[in-house]
């Protein structure tokens, strides 16, 4: 079964301040993806990989940076955080793109104060 | 791009009756579809993909039904009990090579003993 795993798996933290989300995945995909979910939005694609040293932009990537070190590990990263940006975080992964099932992480629930 | 329109956003059934979800979607290229199941502080699990040829899919407990001429999937579970209450998302995919799920906003469903 695919494994995603994200740390932490709940954060608080202070506007403007620096936020780093961690995925992980030991299903050898080539694809990553970091998604935010809202009450009444559904999930909303922020920034995606397809191999390491590479991110791409997704529907919403303003105020977010993203980082993939190598295939397993995939980041999202909160320069200056705000309190729009309180949302639960979920990192997925695939094997390629478009018809492949995602696989997901357990999800960060980040609250900015 | 693809709009994905999932309705009803809340449904409370009696046990033992059937709970039917839909979405309805835009773009006619579209070629996978899926439906994840979210039970509460949880991540996506995935329920069933379905291929654009194949119109009834049938799960454990449920039917998936793709009508592609109206565009719209539907996800019917027989029978429902307790612990098929949980949020249910649609996506939708285009053929592979494009990156992007897009996700319904998501239906809560309540069984109610």
């Known amino acids: 079964e695919a494994a995603v795993t994200q740390s932490p798996r709940s954060k608080v933290a202070v506007t403007g301040g620096k936020v780093t989300l961690s995925c992980h995945q030991t299903?050898?995909?080539?694809?990553m993806y970091w998604y935010r979910q809202d009450t009444g939005h559904g999930l909303r694609l922020i920034h995606y990989?397809?191999?390491?040293?590479?991110?791409e932009k997704g529907d919403i990537p303003d105020g977010y940076k993203a980082s993939r070190p190598s295939q397993e590990n995939f980041s999202l990263i909160l320069e200056l955080a705000s309190l729009s940006q309180t949302a639960v975080y979920f990192c997925?992964?695939?094997?390629?793109?478009?018809?492949?099932?995602?696989?997901f992480g357990p999800g960060t629930r980040l609250l900015v104060l | 791009g693809e709009q994905v329109e999932q309705r009803p956003p809340h449904l409370s059934v009696r046990e033992g009756d059937s709970a039917v979800i839909t979405c309805t979607y835009t773009d006619p290229n579209s070629y996978y579809f899926f439906w994840y199941k979210q039970e509460p502080g949880a991540s996506l699990q995935l329920l069933m993909k379905v291929f654009s040829s194949t119109e009834i899919n049938e799960g454990q407990g449920f039917t998936v039904l793709l009508n592609k001429k109206d565009k719209r999937l539907s996800l019917n579970l027989t029978a429902a009990h307790p612990g098929d209450s949980a949020a249910y998302f649609c996506?939708?995919?285009?053929?592979?090579?494009?990156?992007?799920?897009?996700f319904g906003k998501g239906t809560s469903l309540t069984v109610i003993p």
């Open positions: 299903n050898n995909h080539d694809y």
């Open positions: 990989s397809y191999v390491a040293d590479s991110t």
């Open positions: 996506a939708v995919s285009l053929p592979r090579g494009y990156q992007n799920f897009y």
């Open positions: 997925a992964s695939s094997d390629e793109a478009g018809g492949d099932t995602q696989y």
